[in-house]
């Protein structure tokens, strides 16, 4: 009777801590859905989506660049992507690259020089979001 019990309890804990674990994932997805986006930096990239049409957030990424009296050196973009390059005085490379997750989602990612910059990105993403 004993061994039942346990059994039972352990059962039911397992299925508290997977409805638990149920619950935090539909949270978060219900967050990604609102359109709630985290900044990530890895590997020399920032990476984050701007609550932004694609023609938007380009006009905000040229916007940016000379805000920052970057040196523009070459745009492109069609319906779906679009990229931004730039040369700081210092002779770094930035570019900004941005792709068209949905009408009012674009997707993000800069990059500055050849390792990154980690303080200039988060600069340069700010200086984007102002803009829109």
Partial sequence: MKFITHAYCLALCLMLLSVAGCASIALIGAG??????????ANGELKTSLEASLDNAYAAAQAAMKDFQFSI????????????????????????????????????????????DE??????HEKIKARL
């Fill in 32 to 41: 990604a859905a609102a359109g709630v986006a985290g900044v990530a930096y």
């Fill in 73 to 116: 050196k070459k745009t492109a973009k069609d319906v779906l992507y679009a990229k931004v390059e730039a040369t700081t005085a210092q002779d770094k490379s930035v570019q900004i690259t941005l792709n068209k997750t949905s009408d009012k989602i674009t997707e993000l990612r800069i990059r500055v020089g050849v390792f990154g």
């Fill in 119 to 124: 303080s200039l990105s988060r600069s340069i």
